[in-house]
C-alpha cells in the first residue's frame, strides 16, 4: 500500500527505516530529480559513516557560477531571475569540491559536457554504458531505492501522477525488478513545477511505495537558457535541414545546433524561396540529393531527449505526422489503405480484411475501434484517435518552454507521448510486434547527433578525449547510429564543427586518427561540417578520406592530405581540387552573414532569457575571454582600447563589479571590456 506523507524529514525517515545497510539510490537523469528530497537523504547519510551511499544519476545540474570575478557579478541577476529557488544538489558541490566521504559514491553514466574534465573522483566513478542499458546496469550495481520527482493532478479517486520528464528508465526498472523478485522502494516526490505529461508518462499513485506531498518539495525546475546560434551553427543545421525528406521521422538535441537545425526545417516550411538562396549559395557544388520542398505530410518526431526546437517544429506545423501503437494499424496507416484524416468505413473493411478485426467485431475489437475513434458512434465523424507526433524519453529546455508544456490544451499534449528509453532508442523490441510496430512508425528516419572528432576513416569520438577523460557519455548515439543501419530507409547523421579553439589556436576537428572511439568506422554513414555534406555510407576508404577533406577547414586540408597518404589511405599523386580550398569562416560569414542580418537567421531563433544589455555584454566578455587565450591578440586589443578610450554604460560596468576598479590590472580590465563592446 502507498504511503503518503506530507513532509520530507519522515519520508527520509521512512527510506532508512524501510532499508536496512547500504543505500543504492537511483535518480533521474536531468531535472527528474527530486534535488530537496535527495539533499535531506544526502545530507543524513553523510553525518552516518555506517550507513553507506551510492548514488547512480547522470546529468546532474547545477546553477552557473561563474570562474571570475566578471563572470560571477555579471551571472548573480540572472541566477536570481531564471533559476530563482532551484536548490542545488548537496552531492554535487561536494563531488566538485573533493568533499565527497568515503562512505559515498556517485557514479554518473552521463556527465554535464566538459564539467569533470579535472575531477579523478567523478573521472574514476563514471560509468560507461549506453542509456539504453541503464536499468539493466542499475539492477546490476545492487540498486535498491529510486527517488523521482513527479507532477501531480487531481485529488481523491482522481488523484493521478506524471513522471513528467522523466518516464525513461524507471518504468523498465520496475520491470526488470518484478521480474527477478528484487525489492525496490520506489519515492515519487511532488514538485508542482513539473508540468503533467500523459500517455506513458501517467501512472495511478500506488505506482510508487512512498509519494511525498511537502510544498518544501515544490521549486523551480532548471531551465538553461538558449545559447547563440553561431553562423558555423547554422551552416551545418541547413545542411541537416536539407537532408530530412517529408513524411519521415526526426532525432534531434539540445543546444545551438538543435535549433540551427530547427530554424533550418522551419525556413525551408515557410520561405522556400529564400531557403533555396541560402542553400544554394552553401552548396556550390549543386543541390543534388538535397530536400528543398515543403513538408506535405509532415515529420513524426522520434528523440530520446524532446527539446524546445521539437515543441517549435509542432507549433510551426512541421511535426505532425502521427503514428499509432498498433502494427497493423500503422501499416495501413503507411499504406495509403487508411486515411488518418479522414478513416471512415474503409478503414474498418481494411483492418477486417488484414485479420485485426472479426466480424462481428468481439468486446476486445470494439475497445481497439474506440480508442482510435473508429468505433460505432465515431466512424466517418473525424480523424483516428490515439496517435502521437512526438515521443520523447526525457525533456530538459529553457524556462518558455515548460511553460508552454503547463499552458499546453489537452488535445495538444495528448499528442506528445513520453515514454521508455528501452522504446525509443533502440529497434528491438520486447516482443515482435513491438519490434514490427518501430519499424512502421520510423520510417525514411534521420537520427542527428553530435560528436567532437571524426577520423578521416569515419569512426567518431562523441564522449571522451584520447586520454579516456570523459566529456559527457555515450548517451543514446551508439543505438541511433546502429538503428540507422538496420532501417532500411534510415540515415544517421554525426554533426561536427569542423575546427575548436584551444590556447595554441584553431585545430581540427577531422583528424588521421584518435585514440578514443564512441562510433566505429563500420557504422560510417553521413557527416556534417560547416562546409559541407560528407555520404561515407558504402564507400571504400580512400573515398571516405576524399570526402572529408572535402568538408574540413581548409587550413588543415594539407596536412590531412599528407597524414592520409604517408598511411597508404590515399594515392600519392593525388592533390587537393582548387574548389575544395575555401572552407574558412571569412567565406563561410560572407555567405551567412547577410541572412543573419536581414533576420531569416537570427542568433536566438527562439527567443533568450537575456535582456539585450545582456546580451551585449556577454559579447563584449566572450571576446575579452577568447582574446586571454591569444597573448599577441590581447596585447592588441589592450592598445586598441587604450587608444580609443572608449567609455563603457555606468550600469554594465557596476554589473560587472567594474565600476570601482583599482589598479592596473583593475582599469586595463575596464579599458579592454568598454573596447570590446
Known amino acids: 500500500m502507498t504511503l503518503v506523507l506530507n513532509h520530507l524529514d519522515a519520508a527520509v525517515d521512512a527510506v532508512l527505516a524501510r532499508v536496512n545497510g547500504p543505500i543504492v539510490l537511483g535518480l533521474p537523469l536531468g531535472i527528474g530529480k527530486p534535488n530537496p528530497f535527495v539533499n535531506r537523504l544526502y545530507e543524513r547519510m553523510k553525518a552516518d559513516p555506517s550507513r553507506p551511499l551510492t548514488i547512480i544519476t547522470a546529468l546532474s545540474l547545477e546553477v552557473p557560477t561563474g570562474k571570475s570575478d566578471i563572470e560571477q557579478h555579471f551571472l548573480a541577476p540572472l541566477v536570481e531571475r531564471v533559476f530563482k529557488d532551484y536548490p542545488d544538489l548537496a552531492y ?84 526488470r525488478f518484478a521480474e527477478t523478485g528484487q525489492p525496490l522502494l520506489k519515492v515519487g516526490v511532488v514538485n508542482r513545477q513539473m508540468p503533467f505529461m500523459p500517455n506513458g508518462a501517467e501512472v495511478a499513485p500506488d505506482f510508487f511505495d512512498l509519494v511525498v506531498t511537502d510544498p518544501a518539495a515544490t521549486h523551480t525546475v532548471f531551465a538553461p537558457p538558449n545559447a547563440k546560434v553561431s553562423t558555423a551553427d547554422y551552416a551545418i543545421g541547413l545542411h541537416a535541414s536539407s537532408l530530412v525528406p517529408d513524411a519521415g521521422t526526426l532525432q534531434i538535441g539540445i543546444g545551438s545546433l538543435g535549433d540551427a537545425i530547427a530554424q533550418g526545417l522551419i525556413v525551408r516550411e515557410q520561405r522556400g524561396a529564400e531557403y ?134 489537452a488535445a495538444q499534449k495528448a499528442r506528445i507521448n513520453m515514454t521508455r528509453i528501452d522504446f525509443i532508442n533502440q529497434l528491438y523490441g520486447r516482443d515482435a510486434h513491438e519490434t514490427e510496430l518501430k519499424r512502421l512508425q520510423r520510417r525514411r528516419a534521420r537520427f542527428m547527433n553530435t560528436t567532437m572528432k571524426v577520423t578521416l576513416l569515419g569512426a567518431a569520438a562523441s564522449d571522451a578525449l584520447e586520454s579516456g577523460a570523459v566529456v559527457s557519455g555515450v548517451g543514446g548515439q551508439y543505438n541511433f547510429v546502429a538503428m540507422a543501419h538496420a532501417l532500411p530507409d534510415a540515415r544517421s547523421i554525426l554533426m561536427l564543427r569542423a575546427t575548436h579553439e584551444t590556447q595554441a589556436g584553431p585545430v581540427s576537428n577531422i583528424v588521421f586518427s584518435y585514440g578514443h572511439t564512441t562510433i566505429p568506422r563500420h557504422l560510417r554513414d553521413i557527416v556534417i561540417t560547416e562546409y559541407g555534406v560528407a555520404d561515407l555510407r558504402a564507400q571504400s576508404d580512400h573515398e571516405v578520406v576524399k570526402r572529408l577533406i572535402r568538408i574540413a577547414d581548409s587550413r588543415f586540408q594539407p596536412q590531412l592530405v ?95 563589479g567594474l565600476d570601482e576598479a583599482q589598479g592596473l590590472k583593475g582599469l586595463l580590465l575596464k579599458r579592454l571590456f568598454a573596447g570590446n563592446l
Open 92 to 175: 554535487v558541490k561536494d563531488l566538485r569540491a573533493g568533499r565527497l566521504p568515503a562512505h559515498i559514491q556517485v557514479h554518473e553514466f552521463f556527465l554535464k559536457t566538459g564539467d569533470y574534465l579535472g575531477n579523478a573522483l567523478a573521472q574514476q566513478q563514471y560509468i560507461s554504458t549506453n542509456y539504453t542499458f541503464v536499468a539493466r546496469d542499475m539492477l546490476g550495481q545492487g540498486l535498491n531505492v529510486i527517488a523521482q520527482a513527479v507532477a501531480s493532478e487531481g485529488e481523491g479517486e482522481a488523484w493521478r501522477l506524471s513522471l513528467s520528464s522523466n518516464p525513461d528508465v524507471i518504468l523498465e526498472l520496475v520491470e
Open 276 to 409: 533555396r538562396q541560402v542553400m544554394a549559395a552553401l552548396c556550390p557544388e549543386g543541390l543534388q540529393g538535397r530536400e528543398l520542398g515543403r513538408f506535405e505530410t509532415g515529420l513524426y518526431g522520434c528523440s530520446e531527449m524532446f527539446v524546445n526546437g521539437f515543441l517549435r517544429l509542432m507549433e510551426a506545423g512541421i511535426v505532425r505526422r502521427e503514428v499509432y501503437p498498433d502494427a497493423t494499424l500503422q501499416a495501413l496507416v503507411n499504406e495509403g489503405r487508411i486515411d488518418p484524416a479522414a478513416p471512415g468505413e474503409a478503414a474498418l473493411q481494411a483492418l477486417r480484411e488484414e485479420g485485426r478485426i472479426s466480424e462481428p467485431p468481439s468486446a476486445e475489437d470494439l475497445a481497439f475501434l474506440q480508442r482510435h475513434g473508429l468505433g460505432p458512434d465515431d466512424i466517418g465523424r473525424g480523424p483516428l484517435r490515439g496517435g502521437h507526433c512526438m515521443t520523447g524519453g526525457f525533456f530538459l529546455g529553457p524556462t518558455d518552454f515548460y511553460e508552454h508544456l503547463r499552458q499546453m490544451p
Open 562 to 656: 599528407a597524414e592520409a597518404q604517408a598511411h597508404g589511405k590515399l594515392e600519392a599523386g593525388w592533390t587537393l581540387p582548387e574548389a575544395w580550398t575555401h572552407n574558412t569562416p571569412q567565406a563561410l560569414d560572407a555567405v551567412l552573414h547577410p541572412w543573419q542580418q536581414s533576420g531569416l537567421l537570427p542568433g536566438f531563433p527562439f527567443g533568450t532569457d537575456l535582456n539585450d544589455d545582456e546580451l551585449k555584454m556577454v559579447a563584449a566578455l566572450r571576446r575579452l575571454k577568447k582574446a586571454t587565450q591569444h597573448p599577441v591578440e590581447l596585447v592588441s586589443l589592450a592598445v586598441k582600447a587604450l587608444w580609443e578610450g572608449k567609455e563603457a554604460p555606468p550600469s554594465y560596468l557596476q554589473r560587472l
